[in-house]
């Protein structure tokens, strides 16, 4: 049974590229959920996806944008990249149940994104 | 932001103590989740425990909470060499958004 894959695993840009970023959920599960993790810092979230639209997002401006695929996969998308996006992304699933939603998220081990 | 801090950021002991780690949060929850990171690696969820619950036992872990003082720790017992890692913990508000603290560095010395 696959856990959460992202790929690539790393990935260098100069400021001013655009950058895409692919989770694969782990089997069975339907949300994503993307963070950022700066060096020394604990994850940040980003947004959330669930039946293919985004249903939360955190404190990032609009060059963050995702997609969720019939699938469920997921991709990560930063435009304009500055020196500050610099960071490890993690994506984690969980599948969305109701009423109960005390689950733990599953992470993958992140694609580390070095900025030029 | 990071609505849960932990404390200590770092702590160095040896193999066969314990270890306790401290977490403080801001708002209201519906869980408190514990995560360890290796050294650049994803999280690897560790122990979720309710905002009804005070106390749960996971093999060497113990995680108690206090929503009165809107805290939790983190007991690792007779830790091993292989629990240095990073650990963080992270509440859900019920939005299945997790917010981490910046977390403790944990290293046990064999």
């Known amino acids: 049974d696959a856990g959460v894959t992202q790929s690539p695993t790393h990935l260098i840009k100069t400021r001013g590229q655009q950058v895409t970023l692919r989770c694969s959920p782990k089997?069975?599960?339907?949300?994503v959920s993307w963070y950022q993790q700066a060096l020394g810092q604990g994850p940040q979230f980003i947004f959330q996806?669930?039946?293919?639209?985004?249903?939360q997002r955190g404190n990032f401006p609009d060059r963050f944008s995702g997609h969720q695929f019939p699938n469920y996969s997921s991709e990560l998308n930063v435009n304009a990249l500055l020196l500050g996006d610099s960071a490890l992304y993690l994506c984690a699933s969980s599948r969305r149940t109701y009423p109960n939603s005390n689950q733990p998220q599953h992470f993958g081990d992140g694609t580390r994104l070095s900025i030029l | 932001s990071q609505q849960g801090e932990e404390d200590p950021q770092a702590l160095s002991i040896q193999e066969g103590e314990n270890a306790t780690m401290n977490c403080s949060y801001k708002t209201s929850i519906n869980n408190l989740q514990w995560y360890r990171q290796n050294s650049g690696r994803g999280l690897v969820h560790l122990i979720l425990i309710r905002s009804n619950e005070r106390e749960k036992h996971s093999g060497r872990l113990r995680v108690t909470l206090d929503t009165s003082k809107k805290s939790s720790s983190l007991l690792i017992t007779a830790s091993r060499a292989a629990d240095t890692a990073s650990y963080f913990c992270?509440?859900?508000?019920?939005?299945?958004?997790?917010?981490f603290g910046s977390g403790t560095r944990l290293q046990v010395q064999p």
């Open positions: 996806y669930y039946e293919e639209e985004e249903r």
């Open positions: 089997s069975g599960h339907d949300t």
């Open positions: 992270a509440t859900d508000t019920g939005r299945r958004a997790l917010t």
